[in-house]
């Protein structure tokens, strides 16, 4: 579960929601936030910008709770944007990874013949 703090008519929030548009995600929470309540928020040593990301649910009124580990919404796109291309790289490589396989084909006359199948 994660929650994403986005401030009202700014532009670097507007194209981080253009972007968590274009990937979606059931786990993710967003709160558009004015500019009285990013005051609020601000007054948080973890907090350095908007928009963020928190690793929890908001408590009740919105704030970010204690144990809650805080992320610039920047960051955490670009690692995972890193995460998807290193998985994708490893799917192409497994995929270009043939097996080998051996099989034994036993003749009329006894002998053995094995055979080598890439």
Not at 55 to 71: C, D, F, M, Q, S
Not at 108 to 118: A, M, Q
Request: aromatic share 6%; hydrophobic share 35%; net charge positive.
């Amino acid at each position: 579960m994660q929650t994403i703090y986005i401030l009202k008519n700014c532009i670097k929030s507007y194209t981080a929601l253009v972007k968590l548009y274009k990937t979606p995600d059931l786990s993710t929470t967003i709160i558009i936030v004015g500019k009285k309540q990013s005051k609020h928020l601000l007054l948080d040593k973890r907090v350095k910008e908007f928009p963020f990301i928190i690793n929890t649910l908001p408590t009740n009124i919105g704030l970010i709770p204690k144990t809650a580990r805080v992320l610039p919404l920047k960051l955490f796109m670009s690692l995972r944007d890193q995460y998807r291309r290193l998985k994708k790289k490893t799917e192409e490589i497994n995929k270009k990874k043939v097996k080998n396989t051996i099989s034994k084909i036993h003749g009329s006359d006894g002998s053995i013949e094995i055979v080598l199948n890439k």
